[in-house]
């Protein structure tokens, strides 16, 4: 391999990361987008403390996404919950982003209400 092949091959590895939840390789860039998130199942890692790509958190757990919010006209917005120190972060969606995932984590709270759901049809 030349030395030119191998520093392709090392700028390729730090543009992409592995998914610490499905193990999925993931391109960073992919799409244009500051890429977060796994595509495949949604989940990220908590690197970024203040500002989306700064990387000055120290915790580097993984982050679960617990909920979708929706921004201006329509804009799906992503809410991931740190699984080790709890901190919440808004993280926008992707073009690859599996939608049977977000579709699942959009209903989740509509799956288990925390009442009865039958008590709708007497409002
Ligand atoms: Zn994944
Ligand atoms: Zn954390």
């Known amino acids: 391999m030349s030395r030119e092949q191998r520093r392709g ?3 390729e590895k730090e543009r992409s990361f592995r998914c610490g ?7 960073s860039d992919a799409f244009g987008t500051a890429r ?3 595509p ?3 989940w990220s ?3 970024d403390d203040d500002r989306p790509g700064d990387c000055a958190a120290e915790c580097g757990s993984l982050m679960e996404p617990i909920a979708i919010t929706v921004r201006g006209a329509g804009e799906w917005i992503l809410v ?3 699984t080790g120190c709890d901190e919440l972060h808004l993280n926008r969606t992707a073009g690859d ?8 984590v959009a209903v989740r709270p509509l799956a288990q209400p925390p009442f009865p759901i039958e008590r709708i049809g007497n409002l």
């Open 9 to 11: 091959v090392r700028r």
């Open 21 to 27: 939840h499905c193990r999925l390789d993931v391109p």
């Open 36 to 38: 977060n998130h796994c």
């Open 40 to 42: 495949n199942c949604l």
């Open 45 to 47: 890692r908590h690197l």
């Open 80 to 82: 991931h919950r740190c």
């Open 97 to 104: 982003d599996n939608p049977l995932i977000l579709l699942r």
